[in-house]
């Protein structure tokens, strides 16, 4: 599975974005999906997951009203829409890809991970 994310960018704070991420392969329609990000010097920190369905997502306290993920299996494509978005959200926002139908938080549950797109929002 290859995953490329797109739609980062500078934005102002209080402002949205919404990242996408493709997926290749047929089978991405079994896979739990997750967002990560990293900010400079510090760790790769879980945002948001969805399972194979959609039916179930899982947030981070510190997204949890403001982000939302939603997936299109017939796109093939896994979506993370940001609102009120703060200076401290600025990071690197990865997606990844878990094998099993359900993911969590945890960074090496998943196999495998886009190159990542870049978010900054300014204050």
């Known amino acids: 599975v290859q995953l490329v994310e797109s739609g980062g960018g500078l934005v102002q704070a209080g402002g949205s974005l919404r990242l996408s991420c493709a997926a290749s392969?047929?089978?991405?329609?079994?896979?739990?999906m997750g967002w990560f990000r990293q900010a400079p010097g510090k760790e790769r920190e879980f945002v948001a997951a969805?399972?194979?369905?959609?039916?179930?997502?899982y947030y981070a306290d510190s997204v949890k009203g403001r982000f939302t993920i939603s997936r299109d299996n017939a796109k093939n494509t896994v979506y993370l829409q940001m609102n009120s978005l703060k200076p401290e959200d600025t990071a690197v926002y990865y997606c990844?890809?878990?094998?099993?139908?359900?993911?969590?938080?945890?960074?090496?549950?998943?196999?495998?991970w886009g190159q990542g797109t870049q978010v900054t929002v300014s204050s």
């Open positions: 990844a890809a878990d094998r099993a139908p359900l993911a969590g938080s945890s960074w090496d549950e998943y196999d495998y």
């Open positions: 392969g047929r089978t991405f329609s079994s896979y739990a």
């Open positions: 969805i399972s194979w369905s959609g039916g179930s997502t």
